[in-house]
């Protein structure tokens, strides 16, 4: 898979800074997990990041920690096994995505059904795996706010270009868009939104005259 | 923007003693002096071979601090920057066998695990908060909550480390204080003594640089 369109940098550097809010992190993480050239931006900014470290001004830390610390890796010196995947069934997704608990498929317009993704709750937006059939068109519409979206499967196309598997696409209330669903094969993608009325991007348009998530 | 964790940061504090951290930051990418170099790599492989507590503990006495340090300037409370520090520590010892010098150098592999045990503690803060008690919480947060998501690494640190230097020195020590320090930018501009628009427009060109840089060694 060819990957041609990827998340703006500042966004990779809060990825790596570990700055982002859950449900951006996730769909960042999976594009990042499969993008070899995100990956070395993301690696760069760590390597920054552990410049910094080296160089920041050491702060004493409490006089007994040495002591706790040691007795806690005395208690239990492994690493708990991993748990088994939550969405242990869901063979297809990214291996990033199978830790956590995805809903049930609900429908939510014609052509179109989505699945919630378990977040902890943290967080301001949401993220779901959505599913629109071949050949979607969508109508205009004019929105605010900001989505990101991440294409697992099939593709779809906007004035911006084709957006294939893997393909990350950031919409914000500057671009206006009228994406159209790729023939192929049904479309499924990670999408993270705020959870503001006024959404925007591909999927906001989508959904957003039908559902409020 | 993005960043809705940093709505729940704390302010930041006070700026007593500003003008020495100012000069120690702007000392980014100066020679280190004469200072001998410990392989902090090797540390990390005696313990995870053989559990070698005097390795652990010279990796405690430099990094500790450290984190803490890095955690407080990133806006942590001192009982957190202190729990993630040991913590942290305690995972060091735990993961050692997985450290890979091939991806990462040893501050960098140990800034992630400090970074996603911090992402963790504010994410159970913030939920707690929401909850209204932290009763329902567990002290540890299950596998499946943490944050470490990043599953593939690119074998690639030593061209990488060389790539970030070509970065100029303006340009990391912007890049710093904007992500990893978080940083405001009007803050950033008084620091550096430029004006905002000249923050944000360096900020852009260091990270066009850096793609640019890495595209080319890749």
Request: charged fraction near 25%; hydrophobic fraction near 40%; proline fraction near 7%.
């Amino acid at each position: 898979m060819t990957i041609s369109h990827h998340p703006p940098e500042e966004l990779l550097a809060d990825f790596a800074a570990g700055t982002l809010e859950e449900a951006h992190q996730l769909v960042v993480g999976v594009h990042v997990a499969g993008c070899p050239r995100c990956a070395r931006f993301v690696q760069a900014i760590e390597q920054l990041a552990g410049a910094a470290l080296e160089d920041v001004q050491p702060v004493p830390i409490a006089p007994d920690a040495f002591d706790r610390v040691m007795s806690r890796i005395q208690e239990s010196p492994k690493e708990r096994a991993a748990p088994p995947p939550a969405s242990g069934t869901d063979h297809d997704l990214p291996p990033a995505l199978r830790k956590y608990r995805i809903g049930k498929r609900r429908r939510v317009a014609p052509g179109l059904s989505l699945r919630p993704i378990e977040l902890s709750g943290s967080g301001n937006a949401r993220a779901f795996l959505l599913r629109s059939a071949p050949g979607s068109r969508m109508l205009e519409h004019t929105h605010t706010g900001t989505e990101l979206t991440l294409v697992l499967e099939g593709s779809f196309s906007h004035e911006g270009g084709r957006f294939g598997p893997g393909d990350f696409d950031y919409g914000d209330d500057e671009i206006d868009h009228r994406p159209i669903v790729g023939d192929e094969c049904p479309c499924v993608c990670l999408v993270a939104m705020t959870g503001d009325l006024r959404i925007n991007g591909f999927f906001g348009r989508l959904i957003g005259p039908f559902v409020r998530l | 923007m993005i960043a809705a964790i940093r709505a729940f940061k704390v302010p930041i504090r006070a700026e007593a003693g500003l003008s020495r951290r100012v000069a120690a930051r702007l000392s980014i990418g100066a020679s280190k002096g004469p200072k001998a170099k410990v392989d902090w790599a090797d540390l990390i492989g005696r313990v995870a071979l053989g559990g070698d507590r005097e390795a652990f503990k010279r990796l405690f006495e430099h990094f500790a601090p450290r984190i803490k340090g890095l955690m407080l300037k990133a806006g942590c409370t001192a009982d957190e920057a202190e729990e993630i520090a040991q913590n942290t520590m305690i995972a060091i010892w735990r993961k050692a066998h997985q450290f890979d010098p091939a991806t990462a150098g040893a501050p960098a592999w140990i800034f992630t695990i400090a970074r996603n045990l911090r992402i963790d503690l504010l994410r159970r803060r913030v939920r707690a908060d929401r909850l209204q008690s932290g009763s329902e919480l567990p002290d540890e947060p299950d596998q499946a909550e943490t944050a470490d998501i990043l599953l593939s690494r690119v074998q690639d640190s030593a061209r990488i480390a060389a790539a970030i230097k070509q970065l100029s020195a303006e340009q990391s020590m912007v890049v710093r204080l904007s992500f990893i320090e978080e940083r405001p930018h009007p803050e950033i501009a008084s620091t550096l003594g430029i004006p905002l628009g000249t923050v944000k427009s360096r900020i852009r060109l260091a990270m066009n640089r850096l793609r640019d840089i890495l595209d080319e060694e890749a």
